[in-house]
């Protein structure tokens, strides 16, 4: 009897969809089953190979947010997503530039130029971001009735503005299945 109560539990857990899409071997599907905002990837990553990928706690608490990096240093591309609303990860000091649309979206851009040193701040530019580093903050929608997710792409190491810009502009849904 025992030993059917096994089969039985391990026969149920094993339907579940989310547990089906645990140890896919794609990280993004498998942050997906835990999240309910929806996870984008960059198709675009300038040739650099992914070199770490995290689900971390926020710090105000709620879900997870999801930390992906692509290259080593100096040269690097890092992508933080959160629920929308949800303030996890912190950027650090940058000057504001004007927004600029990606893909018929407001985004903000922030230069890491020192926002301490005003005659350096008056006169940085989106080609300070090859130099200081740089990123882009913007919001895509939900897909598959989850919630939106908050995106910061950055780029530091030599990355240029149209660069950085080529890569927030490539991102796509993670996941191409309703049951995630």
Known sequence: MRRLVVVLAVLLISSMSPAVAMGSGNPYLDAQTGLTYSLYKPVNTLGLTQTKFALLTCGGGGEQWTYVRFGKTPKQIEIMQVMKGAHCSNPGLSIQLPSVKINGILATL???????????????????????????????????????????????????????????????????????
């Open 110 to 180: 922030h230069v890491y130029c020192d926002p301490t040193k005003p005659a350096v701040a008056k006169k940085c530019s989106t080609a300070d971001i090859a130099k200081v580093g740089g990123y882009f903050y913007f919001t895509l929608p939900g897909y598959y009735a989850m919630k939106a997710t908050d995106i910061q792409v950055q780029a530091t190491g030599g990355i240029t503005y149209a660069q950085l810009l080529s890569v927030a502009r490539s991102f796509t849904p993670a996941s191409t299945k309703a049951s995630n």
